[in-house]
């Protein structure tokens, strides 16, 4: 199916297309207008729309910092890049607290439960995910996002504001629907920015959003908004759970060794280095699991896109692919003879969850899967223990290690 949206090829050219139209503009050009929401077709006029590319690694965060600090310096674009950091803050955030991911599955199940019996609440949902509830702005905002898979961040906010604290909807079944249709829809930035803005994140702490600022922060394009809910009923949540370490990842081994991909890392430059020669190698290209939902098509047409391009550029360092459901991957490893199976490491969500299994299947086998993680991540993600403003005092130094330096 195509993407309704062709902003978002996907393809690794298409990212490094989307990254030199916008390395100009990402210093004090984007401080100053990033919270503008222009509308489809001109967003790409103040944001850099790579989100997309980023969550999937058809192109790295370290690309893309590198790319703005040839251009730009660390205070010039300090803004772009604080940015980038709160997807890795995001991240690392949850990757040391796999149990809010958790309690974000478990309270969808059973709010998709009430809507099978609670009719009022369903209609709500309904006319909330077709962009029929009479708010003009937010059903905008509900039918760009199904029809490009993108939204800007500022009309993320209002919209997931509107949908919690005027319609009075679950966080959780509007983090579904983001999920179910952003083209960069990711376990870590989007269930914790749902939280953020419900006032669970930051506990007390909520997003509310009013008329005016919708107005000045989309040019007039929506003035006038009235009913929108003007004080924050803060839904009740336990208290974020104390961070715990990052798992110990076993080192690769010797021998005959077979690759796993999946989309969460479509990078495969480590990987493929460190196994130069493997066995063969095995794709996990379904997305389904994202949502207990059915996923809206142009993601999984974006993410197949993507997987077909990744292939096709590493199609010499792969042997033969086979593309593969989880449940196939043990057997597959076993019947090449391998003695281990590589793959690059995947944050807290689906795909890890799906790594997991494998990771037992294989275990029964005498395989081990050896998880590869990002050094970028590596570094980065032990630091995310509170607030961002703790986190973001690391940025220079993470730098500086990226890019090469001594850290500091
Ligand atoms: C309710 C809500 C849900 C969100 N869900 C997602 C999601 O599922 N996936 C996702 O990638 N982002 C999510 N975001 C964060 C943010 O809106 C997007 O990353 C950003 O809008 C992507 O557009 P861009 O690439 O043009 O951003 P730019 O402004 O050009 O930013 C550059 C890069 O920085 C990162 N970034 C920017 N803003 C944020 C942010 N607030 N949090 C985390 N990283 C950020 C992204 O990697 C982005 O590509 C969500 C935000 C909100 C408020």
Redesign the pocket.
């Known amino acids: 199916m195509p993407l309704p949206d062709q902003l978002f090829l996907p393809t690794r050219a298409a990212s490094l297309g989307h990254l030199r139209d916008?390395v100009p503009l990402a210093g004090q050009a984007y401080g100053a207008r990033?919270n503008y929401d222009l509308g489809a077709g001109r967003?790409g006029e103040n944001?850099?729309?790579?989100?997309p590319y980023?969550?999937h690694r058809l192109i790295t965060e370290t690309e893309v910092l590198e790319a703005v600090l040839t251009r730009h310096s660390p205070k010039a674009a300090d803004k772009?890049i604080q940015?980038?950091f709160?997807?890795t803050y995001?991240k690392g955030w949850l990757e040391m607290r796999p149990a809010v991911w958790q309690a974000y599955r478990a309270e969808l199940g059973w709010q998709l439960d009430r809507l099978k019996t609670e009719s009022g609440l369903r209609r709500v949902w309904q006319d909330a995910c077709a962009g029929q509830t009479g708010i003009a702005p937010f059903d905008h905002w509900a039918k760009e996002l199904a029809q490009t898979g993108y939204?800007?961040?500022h009309a993320?906010?209002w919209f997931?504001s509107i949908w919690v604290f005027t319609l009075g909807l679950p966080w959780t079944l509007g983090a579904d629907f983001?999920?179910r249709h952003?083209l960069?829809?990711?376990p870590a930035?989007?269930t914790l920015?749902?939280r953020w803005?419900a006032g669970l994140q930051t506990r007390g702490k909520a997003y509310v959003a009013t008329a005016s600022n919708i107005e000045t922060y989309t040019e007039g394009r929506f003035s006038g908004v009235t009913g929108l809910a003007d004080s924050a009923h803060i839904p009740e949540g336990p208290d974020n759970p104390a961070p715990i370490a990052l798992p110990d990842l076993a080192p690769l081994g010797d021998g005959p060794t077979a690759l796993l991909v999946h989309s969460d890392d479509l990078g495969l430059g480590d990987l493929t280095r460190a196994v130069p020669e493997p066995l063969g190698t095995a794709i996990l290209g379904d997305i389904g699991h994202r949502s207990p939902l059915e996923m809206s098509p142009h993601v999984q047409a974006f993410v197949d896109g993507a997987v077909q391009d990744t292939l096709t550029r590493w199609a010499d360092k792969l042997g033969p692919v086979s593309r593969m459901v989880p449940e196939g991957v043990a057997d597959w490893a076993a019947s090449l003879g391998a003695r281990q199976v590589a793959t690059l490491y995947a944050p807290v969500g689906p795909v890890a969850d799906d790594l997991a299994a494998i990771n037992q299947a294989l275990k029964a086998k005498g395989i081990p899967l050896i998880r590869l993680r990002n050094p970028y991540d590596s570094r980065a993600w032990p630091h995310a223990t509170n607030g961002f403003f703790r986190f973001k005092e690391k940025i220079p130094a993470l730098l500086g290690a990226m890019r090469g330096f001594e850290v500091v």
């Open positions: 916008f990033r967003h944001v850099s729309c790579l989100s980023i969550r772009f940015e980038v709160w997807r995001w939204l800007h961040n993320r906010m997931a983001f999920m952003l960069d829809g990711d930035s989007n920015s749902w803005v």
